[in-house]
């Protein structure tokens, strides 16, 4: 039996990957229910993703991007609407608890759910361009060790 690389790669990285948020110094703040929640929201969509269908980040994620953008500045009134949506479906998944009702929203107009679709394709390819971009610098080493072994191998005859 051969296990497709990829599908180890994506599980392992739904648990090692770095979780994407705004520049502007406030990823350190998020809660750790909200970073076990992107975690367990990254292994469902792992399960859920029919083979040859795209992933793309989840909701957590999205949630914990908008969470630090908007401490770092103001958001357009649509971006909050989304923010509010994302922050309301995972409340509920993470915490079992319901949103005040003058902050929940339970739908978005059909552009503003276009635009959480965008981000949340454009969150998975950063989490993949940082995947890759981490597997790149590991390999790195391990090519230099075995270049360094090689030379102290060969003969000084050989040496130019």
């Not at 999205?62 to 908007?70: D, G, I, P, S």
């Not at 965008?118 to 950063?126: A, D, G, M, S, T």
């Amino acid at each position: 039996m051969t296990i497709d690389k990829t599908i180890i790669s994506d599980l392992v990285g739904a648990l090692t990957d770095p979780i994407v948020v705004f520049p502007g110094g406030w990823g350190d703040t998020l809660p750790a229910w909200l970073t076990n929640q992107i975690v367990l929201e990254r292994l469902t969509m792992n399960m859920e993703t029919a083979p040859g269908q795209q992933p793309t980040g989840t909701d957590a994620e999205a949630c914990a991007y908008l969470y630090t953008a908007c401490l770092a500045q103001p958001m357009h009134g649509d971006w909050v609407r989304i923010y509010l949506y994302v922050s309301t479906k995972t409340c509920v998944r993470a915490l079992g608890e319901d949103v005040p009702e003058d902050i929940k929203v339970e739908s978005l107009t059909s552009y503003q759910a276009s635009k959480l679709e965008h981000l949340k394709r454009w969150i998975y390819r950063k989490r993949i361009e940082a995947r890759k971009e981490r597997d790149r610098i590991e390999r790195r080493p391990k090519n230099q060790k075995d270049a360094t072994e090689m030379k102290a191998m060969q003969p000084e005859m050989f040496d130019v």
